[in-house]
């Protein structure tokens, strides 16, 4: 029999099974349940790309070993309180609690689980560090015909880790500081992974990377306040990442800008929402004599403009972008936030502390400058007479 709290196994259940889904496969809807008297519960699932474990206390006088429909366990467990016993009953799993009694039928099914392989550790870092490098996923492709770039493509340095993502119309791109190994070390990760990584990560966890083997990635997520023991395992995605050709387009547009603006997050933001609000995501940011405009592109419904928090230096110049992929990169950032804009062909560069995002401009054609009365207009003089002295 196991006896364990309710806080303790409904903590490890709710991460561990996020790793699992309903499927024609039994094994990914399943959650393994391996305890033995050492005290110690390890949860297991599997989803075909990522391999999860969850390892909790708990009180056992026997060996046990069974897999149950892993979401369905979470219910029950959800639903009790207090202490918990778990226990065997011919082809069942018996869940009690106080007057509850719930049975779940054992599934017969070979399940890969995360073992005591050997990890040779890659660099370890704070929890809030891999959250700033999540701000890059959001950029990563969902075109399935783009394997290439449904990835999170880390590269550990000696002080440094990056994170880079695109999807061929715009590219983020993270670097926080770390201590990391000697040489750099590339580690692309399929894009559903660092997603759910992202979900089971805190701020004040530790995340430890490793390498088991060739292309396999294991990542630890500890936390001694509240006992978290996770590790997620999953290999490596596409080998071909275009990450020099993305620094290459980031500091290109660094050094080729002509306008340099100076926003504030939440005007952004604001001026997003005007944009959305009005049927459309062409988007027309105008720097013009120091002030930053904003206007939607002109539908059936009219036309929004407004004027940004901030300021603008540099020449004065305008571009074109869509409004889903400005809120992307605006979603990133907190506070000031430098936009650096070119012309209204070249790239556009985000930046926010650790954060940079690129983004391709649009060509929209038969619009419109929506700011007309900032054009200077000519004056012309009547022919006058020559004046005799």
């Given at each position: 029999?196991?006896?364990?709290?309710?806080?303790?196994?409904?903590?490890?259940?709710?991460?561990?099974?996020?790793?699992?889904?309903?499927?024609?496969?039994?094994?990914?809807?399943?959650?393994?349940?391996?305890?033995?008297?050492?005290?110690?519960?390890?949860?297991?699932?599997?989803?075909?790309?990522?391999?999860?474990?969850?390892?909790?206390?708990?009180?056992?006088?026997?060996?046990?070993?069974?897999?149950?429909?892993?979401?369905t366990l979470r219910a029950v467990v959800e639903t009790?309180?207090?202490?918990?016993?778990?226990?065997?009953?011919?082809?069942?799993?018996?869940?009690?609690?106080?007057?509850?009694?719930?049975?779940?039928?054992?599934?017969?099914?070979?399940?890969?689980?995360?073992?005591?392989?050997?990890?040779?550790?890659?660099?370890?870092?704070?929890?809030?560090?891999?959250?700033?490098?999540?701000?890059?996923?959001?950029?990563?492709?969902?075109?399935?015909?783009?394997?290439?770039?449904?990835?999170?493509?880390?590269?550990?340095?000696?002080?440094?880790?990056?994170?880079?993502?695109?999807?061929?119309?715009?590219?983020?791109?993270?670097?926080?500081?770390?201590?990391?190994?000697?040489?750099?070390?590339?580690?692309?990760?399929?894009?559903?992974?660092?997603?759910?990584?992202?979900?089971?990560?805190?701020?004040?966890?530790?995340?430890?990377?490793?390498?088991?083997?060739?292309?396999?990635?294991?990542?630890?997520?500890?936390?001694?306040?509240?006992?978290?023991?996770?590790?997620?395992?999953?290999?490596?995605?596409?080998?071909n990442f275009p990450s020099t050709q993305i620094m290459?387009?980031?500091?290109?547009?660094?050094?080729?800008?002509?306008?340099?603006?100076?926003?504030?997050?939440?005007?952004?933001?604001?001026?997003?929402?005007?944009?959305?609000?009005?049927?459309?995501?062409?988007?027309?940011?105008?720097?013009?004599?120091?002030?930053?405009?904003?206007?939607?592109?002109?539908?059936?419904?009219?036309?929004?403009?407004?004027?940004?928090?901030?300021?603008?230096?540099?020449?004065?110049?305008?571009?074109?972008?869509?409004?889903?992929?400005?809120?992307?990169?605006?979603?990133?950032?907190?506070?000031?936030?430098?936009?650096?804009?070119?012309?209204?062909?070249?790239?556009?560069?985000?930046?926010?502390?650790?954060?940079?995002?690129?983004?391709?401009?649009?060509?929209?054609?038969?619009?419109?400058?929506?700011?007309?009365?900032?054009?200077?207009?000519?004056?012309?003089?009547?022919?006058?007479?020559?004046?005799?002295?």
């Amino acid at each position: 029999m196991i006896t364990i709290q309710q806080e303790a196994l409904h903590a490890a259940l709710n991460a561990v099974t996020r790793a699992s889904l309903k499927s024609s496969l039994a094994a990914f809807s399943l959650v393994r349940l391996d305890v033995n008297t050492n005290g110690i519960l390890q949860l297991s699932c599997f989803n075909g790309e990522t391999a999860a474990r969850a390892i909790t206390n708990a009180s056992c006088d026997e060996d046990m070993s069974v897999c149950v429909d892993a979401l369905t366990l979470r219910a029950v467990v959800e639903t009790l309180a207090s202490e918990i016993r778990l226990f065997l009953e011919q082809n069942s799993l018996v869940i009690q609690s106080s007057t509850n009694r719930t049975t779940l039928r054992i599934v017969d099914e070979s399940l890969p689980v995360i073992g005591d392989e050997s990890i040779r550790t890659i660099a370890t870092m704070a929890g809030s560090t891999y959250r700033s490098l999540s701000r890059a996923i959001p950029f990563a492709s969902t075109d399935s015909s783009r394997y290439v770039l449904q990835v999170l493509y880390l590269k550990f340095h000696k002080e440094t880790v990056i994170a880079q993502s695109a999807d061929g119309y715009a590219a983020g791109y993270v670097c926080e500081s770390i201590e990391g190994p000697a040489e750099p070390i590339a580690v692309p990760l399929p894009i559903s992974f660092a997603r759910l990584l992202s979900t089971l990560v805190e701020d004040r966890d530790t995340v430890r990377v490793g390498t088991s083997g060739e292309n396999r990635y294991i990542f630890q997520i500890t936390n001694l306040e509240n006992s978290k023991d996770l590790t997620l395992a999953t290999v490596a995605s596409a080998e071909n990442f275009p990450s020099t050709q993305i620094m290459t387009l980031i500091e290109d547009a660094r050094k080729s800008a002509l306008a340099h603006l100076n926003v504030q997050q939440s005007s952004l933001m604001q001026c997003i929402r005007m944009v959305n609000a009005m049927g459309t995501q062409n988007t027309f940011i105008k720097a013009v004599d120091g002030s930053v405009k904003v206007a939607s592109g002109e539908t059936e419904t009219g036309q929004a403009r407004n004027i940004l928090e901030g300021a603008a230096s540099g020449e004065n110049t305008s571009v074109w972008l869509s409004a889903t992929f400005l809120k992307r990169a605006a979603e990133a950032c907190k506070g000031e936030m430098i936009v650096r804009i070119t012309n209204g062909q070249r790239p556009v560069l985000i930046e926010a502390g650790s954060f940079t995002a690129v983004i391709m401009p649009i060509l929209v054609e038969g619009q419109k400058d929506p700011f007309p009365e900032d054009e200077a207009l000519a004056i012309t003089l009547p022919d006058m007479d020559p004046v005799t002295v």
